[in-house]
């Protein structure tokens, strides 16, 4: 009987992971550039909506920039204007039967992570993202 011998395979290191850290810069709210006319204060919730429990929808944007710098004062300004366009954004949910459309505004949170999103995309592991966990945690009656 012959036995041949089998080169003894290492196991390959793991990819060297990326330690994302997030740094709030600033937070806010963004209100409508023009207020919601009278007429149009209150929007009410089909009856799917109103069976339905209130729910947050996060919404985190990554952008990259080349000079190290963005314009967040511009970025504000469209979502305001943009608020003005879509107002009910802009409310709160009042008895679970309709839109209070009272110009209350979005929250607006400004960060920055000490790595790039290039870096990040290279190798995706979307583990790290729980650093971001403090901006998808959000309640839907809470005030900021």
Known sequence: MAFSQVDKVE??????????QVHTE??????????????RKSC????????????YVPFIFFYHTT????????LKESLAETLTKFYPLAGRI??????????????????????????????????LLHNLRYFMLYRADSSY
């Open 11 to 20: 196991p390959s290191s793991p990819p060297k992971m990326l330690n994302i």
């Open 26 to 39: 600033s937070t806010g709210t963004i209100k409508l550039s023009i207020p919601t006319p009278d007429n």
């Open 44 to 55: 009410k919730l089909c009856l799917m909506d109103q069976f339905m429990p209130p729910f």
């Open 67 to 74: 000079d190290g710098h963005f314009k967040i004062p511009q």
């Open 94 to 127: 009042k008895d679970n039967t309709s839109i209070d459309c009272n110009d209350e505004g979005i929250l607006f949170v400004e960060a920055r992570a000490d790595c790039c999103i290039s870096d990040f995309l290279k190798d995706p592991d979307f583990r």
